[in-house]
C-alpha cells in the first residue's frame, strides 16, 4: 500500500532531551515537508526538501532539524525541545513539486513536551 | 502572500441534505488545489486534486469545482451521511513557493 508512515504517533518528553520523529514513503516521491498543526493556527510547514540534494527552511523553522539521506527517509529531529513545539506534526510527500501532483500525508504524531 | 480562507468555519445539517463548503485564495497562480478531510486528531486524506487547468473533478458524492480567476473553490457533498462528519480542507501550491498554503478549514456536523 502506497503510504507516508510516521512514528511515533504519540511522544511525551521532558523540555531539553533530544527526539526525533521518523518518516518514510513508500512511493519513490521526491517532494517531502514538515508540517505543524495548532488550534487556531492551522497547519504551517517546518521545513521542506525538493530531492535528496536539495532542503529548505519553511515558515516555521526554528528548533527543528530535518536530514534527507535517502529519498524515502525525511526525519524530523527536534535537539532541544521546549514546550511551544507542542503540536501535531504531519509529514508528507509529493512526486514532485509543482503541475498536477498532489500529496500523501502521514497519519500524524502528536508531540508533548512537557 | 497566499491567503486561503474557507466559509463558513462551522456548518451542522441534517443527514441527506446536500451542501456545499466554500474555499477562497488571493493569489491565482496556483497549479492545483486539493481538497483533504481530517477526522479528529488525525491525519489528513485526500479527497479530490483539481488542476489549475479543470473546472470540475469528481468521485462518487463529492464533486470540486475550481474558479481560478475568482479566487475560489468548492467542495459539494451530495446526500450527506453522519459518516462524512469531520474538517475539511482545502490546499494550495503556489509557483515559486515551495510549500502547500491550507485554508483554514470547516468542520462538518452531519445530524441524524
Redesign the interface.
Known sequence: EAQVTQNPRYLITVTGKKLTVTCSQNMNHE?M?W?RQDPGL??R?IY?S?NVEVT?K??VPEGYKVSRKEKRNFPLILESPSPNQTS?Y?C?SSPA????????????T?LTVV | KQEVTQIPAALSVPEGENLVLNCSFTDSAI??L?W?RQDP??????LL?I??SQREQTSGRLNASLDKSSGRSTLYIAASQPGDSATY?C?V?NFGN???T????TRLTIIP
Open positions: 517532494y515537508s508540517y492551522g497547519l510547514q521542506y525538493m529548505d519553511g515558515d501535531l504531519f508528507a513539486w509543482g503541475v498536477g501532483y498532489g500529496y500523501t500525508f502521514g497519519s500524524g502528536r | 497549479y492545483n486539493q483533504f486528531g488525525k491525519g489528513l486524506t485526500s486534486l488542476q489549475s480542507l490546499a501550491p515551495e510549500k502547500l491550507f485554508g483554514t478549514g
